[in-house]
């Protein structure tokens, strides 16, 4: 992916994406891990789970391309989450960071890849 930034002078928070995709079976990769076990399960984005506190697993969910702001803001009501990180999931030229807020750890950082697959 090639960074993309919101324009100079708009409001943070996902309101601000412009551009508008349309909306599509947009799938990510649910990674589940706790000591005793790893699942990595292939979903449409609508379809993943919401969070279940009772539930101790790590999870992370890999966006492998850019979703449509449609898809993007259902799941972030799913998981309960800040407008701003909905943003930085929008916006592909984040520096690496993580963020804690209510009970949650949201990381965004671009997977390394060799200049050759960026083509």
Same mark, same amino acid.
């Given at each position: 992916?090639?960074?993309?930034?919101?324009?100079? #002078?708009?409001?943070?928070?996902?309101?601000? !994406?412009?551009?508008?995709?349309?909306?599509?079976?947009?799938?990510?990769? &649910?990674?589940?891990? =706790?000591? =005793?076990?790893?699942?990595?399960?292939?979903?449409?984005?609508?379809? &993943?789970? *919401?969070? %279940?506190?009772?539930?101790?697993? !790590?999870?992370?969910?890999?966006?492998?391309?850019?979703? =449509? *702001? *449609?898809?993007?803001?259902?799941? #972030? %009501?799913?998981?309960?989450?800040?407008?701003? =990180?909905?943003? %930085? &999931?929008?916006?592909?030229?984040?520096?690496?960071?993580?963020?804690?807020?209510?009970?949650?750890?949201?990381?965004?950082?671009? &997977?390394?890849?060799?200049? %050759?697959?960026?083509?």
């Amino acid at each position: 992916m090639r960074a993309r930034y919101a324009k100079p #002078g708009t409001s943070p928070g996902l309101e601000a !994406v412009t551009e508008e995709k349309p909306a599509l079976e947009f799938k990510v990769v &649910v990674i589940s891990y =706790d000591k =005793d076990q790893l699942t990595e399960t292939e979903l449409p984005l609508t379809e &993943v789970p *919401a969070p %279940d506190p009772a539930d101790r697993r !790590v999870t992370w969910i890999r966006f492998p391309a850019m979703p =449509d *702001a *449609a898809s993007l803001a259902h799941f #972030g %009501d799913r998981w309960n989450l800040h407008p701003l =990180d909905l943003e %930085d &999931v929008i916006n592909t030229g984040q520096r690496p960071k993580t963020e804690i807020r209510d009970g949650q750890t949201f990381t965004i950082l671009q &997977v390394p890849a060799l200049e %050759d697959e960026l083509s």
